[in-house]
């Protein structure tokens, strides 16, 4: 089993939609969550992090934790064409060494 | 000028040969990282660093070297490249207080022919 996990997609959505990108993780010790997104060939950006339970809103982006079932996962409301990238949820593990593993990302087409 | 700086941006090399990479950040933090990304497969961690003293292996080590020259400037080699090390390569730094993200460089992309 990976240590994080995500659909490959593509993930098709039409302009103005809600995305949904959903990520699981194996370790229960991990204590932090990032979402970046990635365009071909660029870095990854980050987009939200998030450590507690719950929701988190940034904009039109949400990102949802549940420890309990090592789930995390993005929200993107008002899907525009520009949202139209590789998004990778990214774990940091314990032990202090801010290790962060990926996971093999999501690509998203946003369609007009 | 960028945070997190790699060269060489594009590298095309021949199989068998030795090659680095090398990386340098401004941001003044501790921790390191190099990653490799093949299509489809997110990003690999090779190895990481907490400081100039301490190296740790990653995921896919193998095949791959480190060093970790100052504070700001950690470099990967390849001992003897091979085209299956052809892939797209980033350099990362972070703080190392929970939550706090990794800045990543521009990445270089190497060709193993």
């Known amino acids: 089993q990976k240590e994080v996990e995500q659909n490959s997609g593509p993930l098709s959505v039409p302009e103005g939609a809600i995305a949904s990108l959903n990520c699981t993780y194996s370790d229960r010790g991990s204590q932090s969550f990032f979402w970046y997104r990635q365009y071909s060939g660029k870095s990854p950006e980050l987009i939200m992090f998030?450590?507690?339970?719950g929701d988190k809103e940034d904009g039109r982006f949400t990102a949802q934790l549940n420890k309990a079932s090592q789930y995390v996962s993005l929200l993107i409301r008002d899907s525009q064409p520009s949202d139209s990238a590789t998004y990778l949820c990214?774990?940091?593990?314990?032990?202090?060494?801010?290790?962060?593993?990926f996971g093999a990302g999501t690509r998203l087409a946003v369609h007009p | 000028d960028a945070d997190v700086t790699q060269t060489p941006r594009n590298r095309i090399t021949k199989t068998g040969k030795r090659i680095m990479l090398e990386c340098s950040q401004t941001k003044g933090h501790d921790r390191m990282y190099w990653y490799r990304q093949d299509p489809g497969l997110g990003l690999q961690l090779i190895y990481y660093?907490?400081?100039?003293?301490?190296?740790n292996k990653g995921e896919i080590s193998d095949g791959y070297s480190v060093s970790r020259q100052a504070q700001a400037k950690f470099s990967l080699s390849l001992e003897s490249a091979i085209p299956n090390q052809t892939a797209l390569y980033f350099c990362?730094?972070?703080?190392?207080?929970?939550?706090?993200?990794?800045?990543f460089g521009q990445g270089t992309r190497l060709t193993v022919v």
């Open positions: 660093s907490f400081d100039v003293k301490d190296i």
């Open positions: 990362a730094t972070s703080d190392g207080t929970v939550g706090t993200e990794a800045f």
């Open positions: 990214a774990v940091n593990g314990p032990g202090g060494y801010n290790k962060l593993i």
């Open positions: 998030i450590y507690s339970n």
